[in-house]
């Protein structure tokens, strides 16, 4: 079935420091978006990318979408103690709407 | 912006009984709404997608007699655990498919169930 692989499955890193996180799809994705979910938490919507290619950037998080829209990443530059969490990547296949939700990558930050 | 409101937001109770979760749409008709549950240190699992007036389509594996949900209105939503037992202890979350969304989607903020 569609599943979408999402790497690494945890990551501890100094403050400061740089992350990255990386999703790669099965199947073609009509859009993937990103989720952040805190420790009890709820995931809360990052952003979503569309087109082929496409970059978009939020003050220290950088989003990537693939050319083939079948893998994204989110990068983080320096990160901070309040980035800690677990990001997700998630996407629709075709005019479906249910979401394929990666696995997960859960970061740690230490001070 | 579009908001779900979800409830309880945490919820305790002993094995064998029931328990509904409510999420509604504050200010949009949610046609589609989807559920899922979370295990610690998982990713969400969809569970089903419920669509207003008509029978929920559950995901395999997922006992709809156990997880009963209801979409009576373009409002709300509900998912019943029935006969709850210690493994049915999760995270569950709903998700309304909002057209006027940017990205389409808007989450309640979730409901810890614990059966004791």
């Known amino acids: 079935g569609q599943q979408v692989m999402q790497i690494p499955q945890y990551q501890h890193v100094q403050e400061g420091e740089d992350f990255t996180t990386y999703c790669n799809s099965s199947t073609t994705l009509s859009n993937i978006q990103w989720y952040k979910q805190r420790p009890g938490g709820h995931p809360v919507f990052l952003i979503q990318l569309v087109k082929s290619g496409e970059v978009k950037k939020q003050k220290r998080l950088t989003f990537q979408f693939g050319e083939a829209k079948k893998n994204s990443s989110l990068h983080i530059t320096a990160t901070q103690t309040t980035d800690v969490g677990t990001y997700f990547c998630?996407?629709?296949?075709?005019?479906?709407?249910?979401?394929?939700w990666g696995l997960g990558t859960s970061l740690a930050v230490n001070p | 912006g579009a908001v779900v409101s979800q409830h309880p937001s945490r919820v305790i109770c002993k094995s064998g009984t029931s328990v509904k979760i409510e999420c509604r749409s504050l200010?949009?008709?949610?046609?589609?709404m989807f559920w899922y549950r979370q295990f610690p240190k998982q990713s969400l699992m969809l569970m089903a997608t419920s669509n207003e007036g008509s029978k929920a389509t559950y995901e395999q594996g997922v006992e709809k007699d156990k997880f009963l949900i209801n979409h009576a209105s373009l409002t709300l939503s509900t998912l019943t655990v029935t006969s709850a037992h210690p493994e049915d202890s999760s995270f569950y979350i709903c998700?309304?498919?909002?057209?006027?969304?940017?990205?389409?989607?808007?989450f309640g903020s979730g409901t810890r169930l614990t059966v004791v």
């Open positions: 200010d949009f008709q949610a046609t589609t």
């Open positions: 998700s309304a498919d909002d057209s006027n969304s940017p990205y389409g989607y808007t």
């Open positions: 998630a996407g629709n296949a075709g005019n479906n709407r249910k979401l394929i």
